[in-house]
């Protein structure tokens, strides 16, 4: 007998897997990674809890790379087409690395720990080719980037009962960190770094410790939080979650053929910048207008818009859907989609393209739901 | 082990089949809407219509996906299963009963007997296993 070939590689594991296969998840791929897309409460549960009381979201498959040295600044000045100049320490920031031609390498946050020392967290299936573009971009610069994906397992507590969960756990004052602020400290026990950041549109926190230490992190999170009412949660719900957010996804909304300002991120693209990768495209990007616009659309007639979908106005395509679901907090089926930028109007109705019938739509400002302060 | 109701025929596709009388009531398995998980939207054909053995007659959608649903037989559509319009959920909590997806006249009562019966379809869940 012949070996059989090997023709698909081994799914990566996070170090919470054999945790989340007792918690009754069903596993998916996901970017090369065997990852939880839902728990035995299913995805409308978990979506529930993160909106009302608090969720738990394994997201040890993202990249993690550290940025250090002198140059430090000046280099993820370069590489990003945000300013990470005037960020201080204890401070995230979103972004986007761009390709010179300006579609989009890949969307992430950038942390600000030391003075010359930076943490950028990516996308997973974008690790590899983020980490070689990086590298390819440090010549002339003294700086050192180090891959420590695979050194940091990461886990995002999100909902509205998040600080309430967290407070008894650390020592770090939670009052004094605003949105998109970052510290190291204990959690749990466990020597982390601490981010008051999310994909939900929830308040909540991203917490980053050891990879070995990750799952006795995860257990003590579960437990002080289980009172409250907090949940496991899976891809699925981060999915409606962050769509019903109107964040972007790798992917779906931003790719290399898409630039930030296409999708509406123009502030975090900062054109006075003296130089970076991208910005001549973008600036004239920005002086002529975008060739395709995104907008946000909510399902008038009965039907759920799913990626690649036509959108369709008099009869002629004016654009694809990116996105969509049935939103679960709205009741509503909505979708992200990019356009032609003539029709963008909010308001304006427009026919989503299902199985070959136009179903009626309405274009709606984004995002489709915003906490309640 | 999801329930398979002996009295009942299925395909591979996960649907089943039930006579009652001259009519045969179809819906899908409690495997296929635990694999399917939440389901939000369901699409199906007006009574009148015509459905073919083993095409496409309808979609169900979790939060995720859209899934084709495909007719164990072929014929008219009789009826159509308006509660799941505004609670498409039943398909989830009682795929057997009250989820109930299409009620069919069948051009040849006696395709059905080319279905997979209980057993058959048992063994076939426990080969995808």
Same mark, same amino acid.
């Given at each position: 007998?012949?070996?059989?070939?090997?023709?698909?590689?081994?799914?990566? !594991?996070?170090?919470?897997?054999?945790?989340?296969?007792?918690?009754?998840?069903?596993?998916?791929?996901?970017?090369?990674?065997?990852?939880?897309?839902?728990?035995?409460?299913?995805?409308?549960?978990?979506?529930?809890?993160?909106?009302?009381?608090?969720?738990?979201?394994?997201?040890?498959?993202?990249?993690?790379?550290?940025?250090? =040295?002198?140059?430090?600044v000046?280099?993820l000045?370069? $590489?990003?087409?945000?300013?990470?100049?005037?960020?201080?320490?204890?401070?995230?920031?979103?972004?986007?690395?761009?390709?010179?031609?300006?579609?989009?390498?890949?969307?992430?946050?950038?942390?600000?720990?030391?003075?010359?020392?930076?943490?950028?967290?990516?996308?997973?299936?974008?690790?590899?080719?983020?980490?070689?573009?990086?590298?390819?971009?440090?010549? =002339?610069?003294?700086?050192?980037?180090?891959?420590?994906?695979l050194?940091?397992?990461?886990?995002?507590?999100?909902?509205?009962?998040?600080? /309430?969960?967290?407070?008894? +756990?650390?020592?770090?004052?939670?009052?004094?960190?605003?949105?998109?602020?970052? &510290?190291?400290g204990?959690?749990t026990?466990?020597?982390?770094?601490?981010?008051?950041?999310?994909?939900?549109?929830?308040?909540?926190?991203?917490?980053?410790?050891?990879?070995?230490?990750?799952? !006795?992190?995860?257990?003590?999170?579960?437990?002080?939080?289980?009172?409250?009412? +907090?949940?496991?949660?899976?891809?699925?719900?981060?999915?409606?979650?962050?769509?019903?957010?109107?964040?972007?996804?790798?992917g779906?909304?931003?790719?290399?053929?898409?630039?930030?300002?296409?999708?509406?991120?123009?502030?975090? $693209?900062?054109?006075?910048k003296?130089?970076?990768?991208?910005?001549?495209?973008?600036?004239?990007?920005?002086?002529?207008?975008?060739?395709?616009?995104?907008?946000?659309?909510?399902?008038?007639?009965?039907?759920?818009?799913?990626?690649?979908?036509?959108?369709?106005?008099?009869?002629?395509?004016?654009?694809?859907?990116?996105?969509g679901?049935?939103?679960?907090?709205?009741?509503?089926?909505?979708?992200?989609?990019?356009?032609?930028?003539?029709?963008?109007?909010?308001?304006?109705?427009?026919?989503?393209?299902?199985?070959?019938?136009?179903? +009626?739509?309405?274009?709606?400002?984004?995002?489709?739901?915003?906490?309640?302060? | 082990?999801?329930?398979?109701?002996?009295?009942?025929?299925?395909?591979?596709?996960?649907?089943?089949?039930?006579? /009652?009388?001259?009519?045969? &009531?179809?819906?899908?398995?409690e495997?296929a809407?635990? !694999?399917?998980?939440?389901?939000?939207?369901?699409?199906?054909?007006?009574?009148?219509?015509?459905?073919?053995?083993?095409?496409?007659?309808?979609?169900?959608?979790?939060?995720?996906?859209?899934?084709d649903?495909?007719?164990? $037989?072929?014929?008219?559509?009789v009826?159509?299963?308006?509660? +799941?319009?505004?609670?498409?959920?039943?398909?989830?909590?009682?795929?057997?009963?009250?989820?109930w997806?299409?009620?069919?006249?069948?051009?040849?009562?006696?395709?059905?007997n080319?279905?997979?019966?209980?057993?058959?379809?048992?063994?076939?869940?426990?080969?995808?296993?």
């Open positions: 007998m012949a070996e059989t070939p090997v023709t698909t590689p081994a799914l990566k !594991q996070t170090p919470l897997n054999n945790l989340h296969r007792q918690l009754g998840a069903r596993m998916v791929e996901f970017g090369g990674w065997d990852m939880p897309v839902q728990y035995s409460g299913g995805i409308l549960e978990e979506h529930r809890a993160v909106r009302e009381a608090a969720g738990l979201f394994d997201v040890s498959h993202m990249g993690e790379f550290e940025i250090r =040295g002198p140059d430090a000046a280099f000045s370069h $590489v990003i087409t945000n300013d990470p100049t005037p960020l201080q320490i204890g401070q995230a920031q979103y972004t986007v690395i761009c390709y010179p031609h300006g579609g989009a390498v890949d969307d992430l946050i950038i942390f600000k720990l030391g003075e010359d020392d930076f943490l950028a967290v990516v996308n997973a299936s974008n690790t590899e080719k983020d980490f070689e573009w990086m590298q390819g971009q440090t010549s =002339g610069f003294n700086v050192s980037l180090t891959d420590r994906s050194d940091y397992g990461l886990i995002a507590l999100q909902g509205p009962a998040a600080v /309430e969960i967290l407070r008894p +756990l650390t020592s770090l004052d939670l009052d004094a960190m605003p949105y998109y602020s970052v &510290r190291r204990p959690v026990g466990v020597e982390a770094i601490l981010s008051r950041t999310g994909y939900t549109g929830e308040d909540g926190f991203e917490i980053m410790v050891a990879w070995d230490t990750t799952p !006795q992190v995860w257990q003590a999170l579960l437990d002080a939080g289980a009172p409250h009412g +907090l949940k496991p949660a899976g891809l699925g719900a981060r999915d409606t979650l962050r769509l019903e957010a109107a964040m972007p996804l790798y779906h909304e931003l790719d290399a053929d898409t630039n930030p300002l296409e999708c509406g991120l123009n502030r975090f $693209v900062v054109l006075d003296p130089e970076f990768v991208g910005r001549d495209v973008l600036a004239a990007v920005k002086a002529n207008g975008p060739t395709k616009r995104l907008i946000g659309l909510e399902v008038v007639g009965r039907g759920i818009p799913r990626q690649g979908y036509a959108i369709m106005k008099d009869g002629q395509t004016i654009g694809t859907v990116t996105s679901t049935q939103s679960p907090t709205l009741g509503k089926a909505i979708g992200l989609a990019y356009v032609q930028p003539d029709y963008t109007k909010v308001g304006a109705e427009v026919e989503v393209l299902i199985r070959g019938a136009g179903v +009626l739509a309405r274009i709606v400002k984004r995002p489709f739901y915003k906490r309640p302060k | 082990m999801p329930n398979v109701p002996a009295e009942l025929k299925y395909t591979k596709e996960h649907e089943w089949a039930k006579v /009652e009388g001259d009519l045969v &009531r179809i819906g899908i398995t495997y809407q635990e !694999q399917l998980g939440d389901v939000v939207f369901v699409e199906l054909p007006q009574p009148g219509s015509k459905v073919a053995y083993m095409k496409n007659f309808g979609v169900v959608e979790s939060v995720k996906a859209a899934s649903l495909y007719s164990p $037989v072929g014929g008219e559509v009826e159509a299963n308006s509660d +799941l319009e505004s609670q498409p959920e039943l398909v989830n909590k009682d795929p057997y009963g009250g989820g997806l299409i009620l069919v006249r069948p051009d040849d009562p006696s395709a059905l080319s279905l997979l019966d209980a057993d058959a379809y048992s063994a076939f869940l426990d080969s995808l296993a």
